[in-house]
């Protein structure tokens, strides 16, 4: 069995003009597919090639000998996992279960977008950041590279690609522009209130 890049939830210019066609033609056919080719070359003869990539995220997570599986593999969920985070006419305030968590655990949506933005502007260099759920409470989590929550036991519920490949065509090199862009127009959070129905029900 090998690793499949999974179809795109939308068409490629269905989130412009926050995320261009031009972007999501580069990001997604050239990035995320290549994770996924360097992936599957890189599984070949091992005892993983049968894994789901959630279980070869985990096995892999702490041997440095298999750095290069991780990253890839990692990179390859953190792309699927971004893309169904996002929603064309999505985006602002949030309703449902998320809209209470969020009042309950950062105190108002405002603070959340605060602390949000500024994970976003102080990740130095590639990264990921998240918005997670640990022990039942939400959190703000910032990954360097190819790092994921769920490796380390936590649920994500939302995550904004700031590797400079996510944004960099479109607003260069203005990371705020981006983030202020995805918080107000693009968040799915339909789908993070899926995640915490289904995981009250696990
Ligand atoms: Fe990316």
Not at 13 to 39: C, G, I, N, Q
Request: include cysteine; charge should be negative; proline fraction near 4%.
């Amino acid at each position: 069995m090998s690793i499949i890049l999974p179809d795109l939830p939308y068409k490629k210019d269905a989130l412009a003009p926050y995320v261009s066609s031009r972007t999501m033609d580069f990001h997604y056919e050239k990035h995320h597919h290549a994770y996924v080719t360097k992936l599957n070359k890189l599984l070949e003869g091992t005892d993983m090639a049968d894994k789901t990539i959630e279980d070869i995220i985990k096995k892999t997570v702490n041997n440095t000998d298999q750095i290069g599986i991780f990253n890839n593999a990692a990179q390859v969920w953190n792309h699927t996992f971004y893309w169904k985070g996002m929603k064309p006419g999505c985006g602002g305030l949030p309703t449902g279960p998320i809209a209470d968590k969020i009042e309950s655990d950062f105190g108002s949506y405002d603070n959340f977008i605060i602390e949000f933005k500024n994970a976003g502007l102080g990740q130095f260099g590639s990264g990921w950041i998240w918005l997670v759920l640990k022990n039942n409470t939400l959190g703000i989590m910032k990954t360097s590279n190819a790092d994921t929550p769920i490796a380390h036991g936590l649920t994500p519920l939302m995550t904004v690609d700031v590797w400079e490949h996510a944004y960099y065509l479109d607003y260069q090199n203005r990371r705020g522009d981006y983030l202020e862009a995805f918080i107000k127009n693009l968040i799915n959070w339909e789908f993070a209130n899926e995640i915490i129905l289904t995981n009250k029900g696990s």
